[in-house]
């Protein structure tokens, strides 16, 4: 097995999906969390930016990338090249729409005034509604996103709608087949295990 470093801040964010998927994969690997010494580490990051998944030495950048490769080694990625693209392009949007905006208008918009602040909080929903509605039709008939078997978007939805639900707890409320397989993925043993020992971080 290949050694494995993933360079981030003590953050979720944008290397928690690869961090599950690992986690799923019993695959060992170093958790380097930055703190404090950031502009020095920048320099030596390919792009200057976080995170990068160290394999064997060389650097991978690009967050969706080094989860879509760690999936792959945890066996969460379908081998059939056309579900394997509905798995991409159902991540690209709940990266793209959901987790970024969570961060860009929730996280780094606290500084803003109380009023911007609840504006933008009020905004996000009904863009999310959308995905949402059409995410719960697709699950109505089925426990996982591809037919019977669990998958790293399963884990992307569980991380990224779990964690927009924790900024609006009814979210979920009228997408219960999405709120179940959020529930489900929290429940495999390594995921739980994962999230009961994991540092604690904002
Ligand atoms: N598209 C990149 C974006 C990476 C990115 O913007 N990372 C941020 C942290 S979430 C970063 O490195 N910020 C520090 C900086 O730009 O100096 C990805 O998804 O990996």
Same mark, same amino acid.
């Given at each position: 097995?290949? /050694? ?6 003590? !953050? ?6 690869? +961090?599950?998927?690992?986690? $799923? ?27 990068? !998944?160290?394999? /064997? ?21 379908? +081998? ?5 693209? &509905? ?15 969570? &961060?860009?208008? #929730? ?31 697709? !699950? ?7 037919? /019977? ?7 992307? #939805? ?9 900024? $609006?707890?009814? !979210? ?22 994962? #999230? ?7």
């Amino acid at each position: 097995m290949p /050694d494995y470093k993933l360079i981030y801040f003590n !953050l979720q964010a944008r290397a928690e999906l690869t +961090r599950w998927c690992f986690a $799923y994969g019993g695959i060992p690997y170093e958790d380097d969390r930055i703190e404090g010494t950031w502009v020095q580490r920048k320099k030596e990051m390919p792009a200057g930016k976080i995170p990068v !998944l160290y394999v /064997d030495g060389k650097p991978l950048t690009e967050s969706l990338a080094i989860a879509r490769y760690a999936a792959k080694q945890a066996g969460l990625v379908p +081998r059939d090249d056309l579900q394997a693209a &509905y798995c991409d392009a159902m991540v690209d949007t709940m990266a793209g729409e959901v987790l970024h905006t969570i &961060y860009q208008h #929730i996280v780094f918009g606290k500084d803003e005034p109380a009023e911007k602040q609840r504006k933008l909080k009020e905004d996000l929903v009904p863009k999310w509604n959308p995905i949402l509605k059409r995410l719960n039709e697709r !699950l109505s008939n089925q426990d996982w996103f591809i037919s /019977d078997r669990v998958t790293w978007v399963d884990l992307a #939805i569980s991380f990224i709608f779990g964690k927009a639900a924790e900024h $609006y707890p009814k !979210l979920l409320n009228d997408y219960p087949n999405v709120n179940k397989v959020v529930e489900n993925v929290q429940n495999l043993k390594p995921i739980k295990k994962w #999230i009961s020992t994991r540092p604690k971080t904002n």
